[in-house]
């Protein structure tokens, strides 16, 4: 119970706290991570501990804003090779035959401070007896490559093992007890199959897919790209919420039910005390002229002449988060990907003939993945420098 002394010391906790969280949302706008609206207030009153959680959050947000900064060229770069067993075949650039390979060798440095050099035995022991699972579509999978291949290389073949389970999988390391699982979500709401085989998203039904998600200690989503698919590669034949039925909803508008679905499901069954929820802002692809735009790419920009056109999906996601309990870390990685259109494998999805490289018209080309070691290896560092 509270005594009358320690009362006047209890507001004053609580006034600094308001005048915190309004300089937080006036002065650092959409860059803060997660704003709080008033509501929140009534939240946090008398739960000291999440008020420590949160504004501990927050300050370490408010010192360095991983998302601005530049490329720096690092000869000590990359931080593993194409051997690491992991790796699939079409992220595997220099298996693949990709002759340049600068594109492994820069880091990302933050205006603000700097991201620590991936440290392996570190992050395992950050990660003892803990599960960490990232959940999403194929880039999402495309970066749990990244982190499997960032850590397994100081664990002995006979320490580490990968399991399956339904849509999920998992690389455990078996000494520190611990896991970095992925899981297939790209809509993180369910697509299911209805009459005729037809595909329909159901906008509001989750509990299928978050089964998984369930007892982690760290879970990072995305989910972007399947929601802009068009035409004849649409990933959907309906969309469905509650009993209706849209044939033709706008896809930002069923992008953003479809968050405010998981964003439900996590402050309905998440506790902030015990699991970190991060997730990752869209990764960019650079598909114009055909998918040859990002072939024979060999550096990043330095910089944009002109101010870098945001995808859609962002804002939306910005909105989402905003009006959550939760406090969800945004990771913004969009801008700093926009800068590495030399990243992707663009024709080097395959092993190609010398005859095939020298035309690469006419091949398949992906300019919406990542060569590894690459672009993800980055993000992995800054959730590393997050944990
Ligand atoms: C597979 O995942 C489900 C859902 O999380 C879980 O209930 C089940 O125990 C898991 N099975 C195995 C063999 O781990």
Redesign the pocket.
Known sequence: MATPSSLPFKSLIFVSLIIFIFYQSFFLGVSAQSDFDLDDLEWLQGKEDDVNVVQSRLSHQRQCDFSVGKWIYDQSYPLYDATCPYLSGKVNCQMNGRPDSDYEKWRWKPDGCNIPRFDALEFLGKMRRKRMMLVGDSIMRNQWESLVCLIEHVIPPEKKTV?Y??S?MAFHALDFEASIEFCWAPFLVELKSGYQNKRILELDSIEENA?????LDILVFDSAHWWTHSGEWSSWDFLKEGNRIFTDLNPMVAYEKGLFTWARWVDLNLDPRRTRVIFRSVSPKHNRDNGLKCYYQKEPLAYFRRQPHLPEQLFVLRGVLRRMRFPVYLQDITVMSALRRDGHPSVYVRALTEEEAQHPEGHSTDCSHWCLPGVPDAWNEMLYALL
């Not at 089964?211 to 007892?215: N, P, V």
């Open positions: 399991s389970n339904g999920s089964q998984y998600w369930r007892g």
